[in-house]
Antibody, heavy 118, light 110 residues
Framework: QVRLQESGPGLVKPGDTLSLTCTVS???????WTWIRQSPGKGLEWIGN???????NYNPSLESRVTMSIDKSKKQFSLNLTSVTAADTAVYFC?????????????WGQGTTVSVSS | NFMLTQPHSVSESPGKTVTISCSGS????????VQWYQQRPGSVPTPVIF?????PSGVPVRFSGSIDRSSNSASLTISGLEPEDEADYYC?????????FGGGTRLTVL
């Protein structure tokens, strides 16, 4: 059974880069992976997808600040979000787009809380 | 821009049936599959419907999904409401390789 675990700093200063990693226990190849965030008391916001080949798609509203990468040897994929502000404070989830569920997000990490504050 | 709009909240009594709508605008909701996620307080979202009307393994048959192309909307129906169904529900789809979520609906089981 695939499990996902997010890791990274819980506090980031305004203007700095937020960097998170998602570690996959199980197969990472031939799958799409994604980052989702949820601001306090708000809904779900898609950040972007990455395929095992490294191909990416980003939310147009965040595209200028987002970079995603994948390291199959470490079974990890990562998120970098530059020039963060308080509006980027959120719980960040990594998830898998399920092949057997027509790309529904069928496996989620537990989420990691990131606060942007000086 | 393609958007999915959901009611902010709905409420119903245990044992009753409730339907949550997800209205598409700026595009055709039927062009790609719609998924529905349940997020209980303090928990991670989990899918309850995928590919418009299919239930993942383990999801009760009380949960059903549908698409109405004439109104460009999707619906999640939960019958025989139980207290454990109280949660936030999100619809989700894709357009032009981007993922879109509805704003979420808070279901209260009175």
């Amino acid at each position: 059974q695939v499990r996902l675990q997010e890791s990274g700093p819980g506090l980031v200063k305004p203007g700095d880069t937020l960097s998170l990693t998602c570690t996959v226990s199980g197969g990472i190849s031939f799958q799409y992976w994604t980052w989702i965030r949820q601001s306090p008391g708000k809904g779900l916001e898609w950040i972007g997808n990455i395929y095992h080949t490294g191909s990416t798609n980003y939310n147009p509203s965040l595209e200028s600040r987002v970079t995603m990468s994948i390291d199959k040897s470490k079974k990890q994929f990562s998120l970098n979000l530059t020039s963060v502000t308080a509006a980027d404070t959120a719980v960040y989830f990594c998830a898998r787009l399920g092949i057997k569920t027509s790309n529904a997000l069928d496996v989620w990490g537990q989420g990691t809380t990131v606060s942007v504050s000086s | 821009n393609f958007m999915l709009t959901q009611p902010h909240s709905v409420s119903e009594s245990p044992g009753k049936t409730v339907t949550i709508s997800c209205s598409g605008s700026g595009g055709n909701i039927g062009a790609n599959y719609v998924q529905w996620y349940q997020q209980r307080p303090g928990s991670v979202p989990t899918p309850v419907i995928f590919a418009d009307d299919l239930r993942p393994s383990g999801v009760p048959v009380r949960f059903s999904g549908s698409i109405d192309r004439s109104s460009n909307s999707a619906s999640l129906t939960i019958s025989g409401l139980e207290p454990e169904d109280e949660a936030d529900y999100y619809c989700q789809s894709y357009v032009n390789n981007t993922m879109v979520f509805g704003g979420g609906t808070r279901l209260t089981v009175l």
